[in-house]
């Protein structure tokens, strides 16, 4: 049973256009939502976070956004660039609970082309 | 330093074999945690230790997985009598604090992919 889904295993846009990859959750005791780029052969880097009181966050091209009431975020990358490339992964927790561990989506790979 | 180094980087091992992978943390990262991933999809968490004690092990299969992490020396996870299912990449990751308090995530490392034949 997946509690975090990203639904679209892959996103292709052309670069200076914006990316926009979704991400949906079932468990309302999330309350803290982080977004990281996977590069082949390496590991996730942290790219953005949310807490569940707010709705927006932004950080330079990155921006991203959470919809409590239909338990859907998404991340915005605009301008999007070549080097956008990669694997983005959802990922939620609860910080009130007593566990730090992090709940993953299954990933959409985005593809910018020049 | 300032990254979390994985070892080996590729493990092959024949079904029924042991496996251990290792990690070292952050240097003063009290957290640890271990994932699987396996062909491209989620990560599948494992366990996490504060400092060399176990803090949640909900994600670790009841048998033939098991983990430390001893002062002075890199975690480890090890897997007795491996089987074909358990192919995948194990990252390993380490915070400053309980990540679920952290405003930054966690530090990953570049993981372990385990090929059992």
């Known amino acids: 049973d997946q509690q975090v889904k990203q639904n679209s295993p892959s996103l292709s846009v052309q670069e200076g256009r914006i990316s926009i990859l979704n991400c949906d959750y079932t468990n309302s005791m999330f309350d803290y939502f982080l977004w990281y780029k996977k590069y082949p052969a390496e590991g996730p880097t942290f790219l953005i976070s949310?807490?569940?009181?707010?709705d927006k966050n932004e950080d330079g091209r990155f921006t991203v956004f959470l919809n409590k009431s239909a338990k859907h975020l998404s991340l915005h990358i605009v301008p999007s660039q070549p080097g956008d490339s990669a694997v983005y992964f959802c990922?939620?927790?609860?910080?009130?609970?007593?566990?730090?561990?992090?709940?993953f989506g299954k990933g959409t790979k985005l593809s910018v082309k020049p | 330093g300032e990254e979390v180094a994985q070892t080996p980087k590729h493990l092959v091992r024949g079904e029924g074999q042991k496996a251990k992978l290792y990690c070292a943390p952050i240097k003063g990262h009290s957290y640890v945690f271990w994932y699987q991933q396996v062909l491209k999809n989620e990560f599948k968490f494992l366990i996490s230790f504060q400092n060399e004690n176990v803090f949640d092990e909900t994600g670790m299969p009841k048998e033939r997985f098991s983990a430390k992490c001893l002062p002075n020396s890199p975690c480890s996870l090890e897997i007795q009598a491996t089987k074909l299912e358990d192919s995948a990449v194990y990252f390993c990751a380490s915070s400053l604090i309980r990540d679920s308090l952290s405003p930054y995530g966690y530090t990953f490392g570049s993981g372990t992919r385990l090929t059992v034949v």
């Open positions: 990922a939620a927790s609860a910080r009130g609970g007593s566990q730090g561990n992090l709940i």
């Open positions: 949310i807490s569940s009181i707010k």
